[in-house]
């Protein structure tokens, strides 16, 4: 497994060393002209996850799992490590830029308010949902993955705005639930919140792993 994960790095090294350190330094710019941690734990998640999904979308598009294939490994190995790998990467593009958004000259922003456990919390949990969601669809589609996604959300924006009665009732349902989880986290306590957070997080984990292993058996190579 360690093998086949310093593979790939190898493999999209010149990638990952030209996409990767640009993402860092956008987001740290972009978070340390802001004050307050929402661009670090909303939008930063979305670019983290975005980079090794591309990596596996190039190896689909020029035809390469065929040969990762062809080494001694099982197709449910290979999506593991694929999963291993994209949080080693997700996880060091967080970190370096939540600490270099701290370092340039003029950032608003201070060590409480980067490193807040509910912050952090926060930004693992929407690259848990972004990446959950589009592992499948990368495994399955490729690129093309990224494009349902996004026609899927512009139809879904579309929808909502056409009908206010409905967006009206989603207002409420969210406003219902915001209301239930600060609830539930006055009575759990913060302890009890993060660790309720980092379960929720592996059982999103662990379905998108399945259901990404459950297409990729089932591609032609």
């Known amino acids: 497994m360690r093998k086949f994960i310093l593979k790939d790095f190898l493999l999209h090294k010149k990638f990952l060393l030209g996409f990767g350190p640009a993402y860092v330094v956008y987001m740290a710019i972009f978070g340390s002209r802001i004050s307050g941690s929402g661009v670090s734990a909303g939008f930063g998640p979305l670019l983290y996850a975005l980079l090794p999904l591309t ?11 065929g040969f990762s294939l062809s080494l001694p490994v099982t197709r449910r190995d290979l999506i593991l490590s694929r999963y291993i ?6 996880l060091a593009m967080y970190g370096s830029a939540s600490v270099l958004s701290l370092l340039i000259p003029g950032t608003k922003l201070g060590v409480s308010t980067v490193f807040l456990p509910k ?20 495994t399955r589609f490729g690129m093309v993955g990224l494009m349902i996604f996004l026609i899927t959300m512009q139809v879904l924006g579309i929808f909502l705005i056409v009908f206010n009665v ?4 989603i207002r409420s349902l969210i406003i219902s639930i915001i209301r239930a989880v600060n609830e539930a ?6 302890a009890g919140s993060a660790a309720a957070a980092v379960v929720l997080m592996i059982i999103l984990t ?4 399945e259901l990404s292993v459950f297409f990729f058996k089932r591609k032609d190579f």
Not at 55 to 65: G, L, M, T
């Open 119 to 138: 912050t952090v919390l926060m930004a693992l949990f929407f690259m848990t949902l972004i990446f959950g969601m589009l592992m499948p669809l990368f």
């Open 206 to 209: 662990y379905l998108s792993f």
């Open 55 to 65: 990596i596996y979308a190039r190896e689909d598009k020029f035809k390469a799992e």
């Open 85 to 90: 790998m994209a949080w080693i990467t997700m």
């Open 185 to 190: 986290q006055a009575a759990v306590g913060p």
């Open 166 to 169: 409905v967006i009206k009732d």
